[in-house]
């Protein structure tokens, strides 16, 4: 069964960083993304990789945040640096297999003084 356990989150100040892991279990890691939803708003796309590395990242993180994947151990990472106020939301990683998208349990990122 496809399951993606998140970890990392929590409470940091502004400009500090965060590294988010997604452990994935069920598959092999192939294209994958982190999400974000903040209250009120829409989820959004941050960041994804592809099975051979391609990254992308949505305007407002570019320079701030690298994914990453660890093929050894089925796992993808979003490391986040000089963290801002609205990066505040619950981050989700995500995968899609077969059409069909798949959805971590979100993990709280908080930035905050």
């Known amino acids: 069964q496809v399951q993606l356990v998140e970890s990392g989150g929590g409470l940091v100040q502004p400009g500090g960083s965060l590294r988010l892991s997604c452990a994935a279990s069920?598959?092999?890691?192939?294209?994958m993304g982190w999400y974000r939803q903040a209250p009120g708003k829409q989820r959004e796309l941050v960041a994804a990789?592809?099975?051979?590395?391609?990254?992308n990242y949505a305007d407002s993180v570019k320079g701030r945040f690298t994914i990453s994947r660890e093929d050894a151990k089925n796992t993808v990472y979003l490391q986040m640096n000089s963290l801002k106020p609205e990066d505040t939301a619950v981050y989700y990683c995500?995968?899609?297999?077969?059409?069909?998208?798949?959805w971590g349990q979100g993990t709280q990122v908080t930035v905050s003084s």
């Open positions: 990789i592809t099975s051979g590395g391609a990254t």
């Open positions: 069920g598959f092999r890691v192939n294209a």
């Open positions: 995500n995968t899609v297999l077969w059409g069909i998208h798949y």
